[in-house]
């Protein structure tokens, strides 16, 4: 029996591959991440390693996070150490490597099947590389495990307007979060993270057992997982600086739509502002162990609230530096086994 299996963003979880910060640094400023990560000149785009404190720290909360995790009953498993100022190239550009942190960029598991996706930063090329040996254990186990077609990722494909930087649909190109699983049903982000391009690749492979719903024009900066966050059927918390509801999805309005509150405390504590990756509502990206439990940034006060008085036990954490690299719970995981069926939650 394959030891991947993931259907949802809230059924209960079994197996967990938590981000690991070691060598962590920023992208290398070029094109793919000016419009994916900086819409500013490449020449005031942060470049080299993160500082070794803001490494240090995230692994403290990472470890705190990862004995909840544990308590719950939850396998966790972490990515290898990766050299990622080694230097790569293709016969069109060359780049250094980024990080190891969110394995929700790079992986994409739709129940038994876990995706390599194509990803739109140059620097992200070969990140999958350190999850080979992980890989390589879900596909003996019985995994469907895929690979789409590497992008180019030529300068063409970034030939965009900043301030609407969806790249070019050239070729295929997006990340695994610009994806939410909602069983057969998967919402998908076009934005500067992903071409609706890529969405249709997507839905090629998963076939008519499933529908790809587009999320377009609402926000552009990177993933959905910031945007929409799926708790349990039938709830879904969302963005009110990026949705209404007359531009949700026409299938998500058969929910129960709530809207987070504004995110308290940003600013990412003391870090450098020019260099932060990630947006002000960095810390809505909960992680659920189960319908019923959900992880939570601990400043987000009002938010944990809202959730209570909607049935659910939160669990506050920290991740301090969340906004500098750019990811919070949902991003620093990827659930590679949750326990429920493959179904329909939507006519």
């Given at each position: 029996?394959?030891?991947?299996?993931?259907?949802?963003?809230?059924?209960?979880?079994?197996?967990?591959?938590?981000?690991?910060?070691?060598?962590?640094?920023?992208?290398?400023?070029?094109?793919?991440?000016?419009?994916?990560?900086?819409?500013?000149?490449?020449?005031?785009?942060?470049?080299?390693?993160?500082?070794?404190?803001?490494?240090?720290?995230?692994?403290?909360?990472?470890?705190?996070?990862?004995?909840?995790?544990?308590?719950?009953?939850?396998?966790?498993?972490?990515?290898?150490?990766?050299?990622?100022?080694?230097?790569?190239?293709?016969?069109?550009?060359?780049?250094?490597?980024?990080?190891?942190?969110?394995?929700?960029?790079?992986?994409?598991?739709?129940?038994?099947?876990?995706?390599?996706?194509?990803?739109?930063?140059?620097?992200?090329?070969?990140?999958?590389?350190?999850?080979?040996?992980?890989?390589?254990?879900?596909?003996?186990?019985?995994?469907?495990w895929y690979s789409a077609p590497k992008p180019m990722l030529l300068d063409s494909l970034f030939e965009v307007d900043?301030?609407?930087?969806?790249?070019?649909?050239?070729?295929?190109?997006?990340?695994?979060?610009?994806?939410?699983?909602?069983?057969?049903?998967?919402?998908?982000?076009?934005?500067?993270?992903?071409?609706?391009?890529?969405?249709?690749?997507?839905?090629?492979?998963?076939?008519?057992?499933?529908?790809?719903?587009?999320?377009?024009?609402?926000?552009?900066?990177?993933?959905?997982?910031?945007?929409?966050?799926?708790?349990?059927?039938?709830?879904?918390?969302?963005?009110?600086?990026?949705?209404?509801?007359?531009?949700?999805?026409?299938?998500?309005?058969?929910?129960?739509?709530?809207?987070?509150?504004?995110?308290?405390?940003?600013?990412?504590?003391?870090?450098?502002?020019?260099?932060?990756?990630?947006?002000?509502?960095?810390?809505?990206?909960?992680?659920?162990?189960?319908?019923?439990?959900?992880?939570?940034?601990?400043?987000?006060?009002?938010?944990?609230?809202?959730?209570?008085?909607?049935?659910?036990?939160?669990?506050?954490?920290?991740?301090?530096?969340?906004?500098?690299?750019?990811?919070?719970f949902h991003c620093a995981t990827l659930d590679t086994r949750r326990k429920g069926p493959l179904q329909r939650y939507?006519d």
């Amino acid at each position: 029996m394959s030891i991947v299996w993931s259907c949802t963003e809230w059924d209960p979880l079994e197996e967990v591959i938590v981000g690991n910060p070691l060598n962590a640094r920023f992208p290398s400023p070029d094109r793919s991440t000016q419009v994916a990560e900086f819409s500013r000149p490449l020449a005031d785009i942060p470049r080299g390693p993160f500082a070794q404190r803001i490494i240090d720290e995230t692994e403290e909360d990472l470890s705190r996070f990862i004995d909840v995790l544990r308590q719950s009953g939850a396998t966790v498993k972490r990515p290898e150490t990766w050299r990622h100022e080694r230097p790569f190239s293709t016969i069109h550009w060359e780049a250094q490597g980024f990080y190891n942190y969110c394995p929700r960029d790079v992986l994409l598991v739709v129940g038994d099947q876990i995706i390599e996706t194509p990803n739109v930063i140059r620097s992200r090329h070969q990140e999958t590389f350190s999850y080979r040996a992980l890989l390589l254990d879900y596909l003996r186990s019985g995994a469907r495990w895929y690979s789409a077609p590497k992008p180019m990722l030529l300068d063409s494909l970034f030939e965009v307007d900043l301030d609407k930087p969806t790249p070019r649909n050239d070729e295929p190109a997006f990340d695994a979060a610009n994806v939410l699983r909602l069983g057969r049903d998967l919402i998908y982000l076009v934005s500067s993270t992903g071409n609706e391009l890529g969405g249709r690749w997507l839905e090629t492979i998963l076939g008519k057992d499933f529908r790809v719903h587009y999320l377009k024009d609402v926000y552009y900066g990177s993933h959905i997982d910031s945007t929409l966050v799926a708790l349990r059927p039938g709830l879904l918390l969302c963005n009110p600086a990026r949705v209404r509801h007359d531009t949700l999805p026409a299938v998500l309005k058969q929910w129960e739509i709530i809207y987070s509150p504004p995110m308290e405390n940003v600013g990412g504590h003391g870090d450098d502002q020019s260099a932060l990756i990630g947006s002000d509502w960095i810390d809505m990206n909960a992680f659920s162990i189960n319908p019923n439990t959900v992880v939570v940034d601990r400043d987000q006060r009002a938010l944990i609230g809202l959730l209570e008085k909607k049935g659910l036990d939160v669990v506050p954490l920290k991740l301090r530096h969340a906004q500098l690299l750019g990811g919070g719970f949902h991003c620093a995981t990827l659930d590679t086994r949750r326990k429920g069926p493959l179904q329909r939650y939507f006519d």
